[in-house]
T-cell receptor, first 110, second 113 residues
Framework: KNEVEQSPQNLTAQEGEFITINCSYS?????LHWLQQHPGGGIVSLFM???GKKKHGRLIATINIQEKHSSLHITASHPRDSAVYIC????????????FGQGTILTVHP | EADIYQTPRYLVIGTGKKITLECSQT?????MYWYQQDPGMELHLIHY???????EKGDLSSESTVSRIRTEHFPLTLESARPSHTSQYLC????????????FGPGTRLTVL
């Protein structure tokens, strides 16, 4: 079993739909990262969080440390949101070393 | 916008050649990383550095080597490329704090024939 599990692996939505991607992890962490990877391969950091909730535009990330679970929500989805969304965890003493989930492929149709 | 650069972006090379993938950042970050990603697969850490003259191997075994002689520069070298080294290589950096956002370069897509 991987240390970081994401679900679903593939997600198709219609423009405007509310989207949720889930991430569960099995180790103690100091932080959890949500990343976005576009087809060209470039990766952008969306959020880094260790507790509670963060919001940036239409994106919201939450984490429940006790349940070892995080969610990434996209409100009013748009075709330009189509990408691979990756959850990664940073261990307690790892200082930047990330362990990655397998990614969720999101496709938003107009 | 992240100021982290990788060259070349694409490289096709024959078996046995020595190659160096370049990574530079202008943000003054102490921590730098190399990740390997096969198509459709998750990223794996292969090397990291916490500062000048500091390099460590990551979680995924790799035949590549790295050096960190200057803060801004973290090149990766393969002494003798093989087809099994075909992959995408991503460089990243983060700041000096205990928990910092990572900034990723655009990646180098390596094909070894």
């Amino acid at each position: 079993k991987n240390e970081v599990e994401q679900s679903p692996q593939n997600l198709t939505a219609q423009e405007g739909e509310f989207i949720t991607i889930n991430c569960s992890y099995s180790v103690g962490i100091s932080a959890l990262h949500w990343l976005q990877q576009h087809p060209g391969g470039g990766i952008v950091s969306l959020f880094m969080l260790s507790s509670g909730k963060k919001k940036h535009g239409r994106l919201i990330a939450t984490i429940n440390i006790q349940e070892k679970h995080s969610s990434l929500h996209i409100t009013a989805s748009h075709p330009r949101d189509s990408a691979v969304y990756i959850c990664a965890v940073e261990g307690g003493t790892s200082y930047g070393k990330l362990t990655f989930g397998q990614g969720t492929i999101l496709t938003v149709h107009p | 916008e992240a100021d982290i650069y990788q060259t070349p972006r694409y490289l096709v090379i024959g078996t046995g050649k020595k190659i160096t993938l370049e990574c530079s950042q202008t943000m003054g970050h102490d921590k730098m990383y190399w990740y390997q990603q096969d198509p459709g697969m998750e990223l794996h850490l292969i090397h990291y550095s916490y500062g000048v003259n500091s390099t460590e191997k990551g979680d995924l075994s790799s035949e590549s080597t790295v050096s960190r002689i200057r803060t801004e520069h973290f090149p990766l070298t393969l002494e003798s490329a093989r087809p099994s080294h075909t992959s995408q290589y991503l460089c990243a950096s983060s700041g000096t704090g205990g928990m910092d956002e990572q900034f990723f370069g655009p990646g180098t897509r390596l094909t070894v024939l």
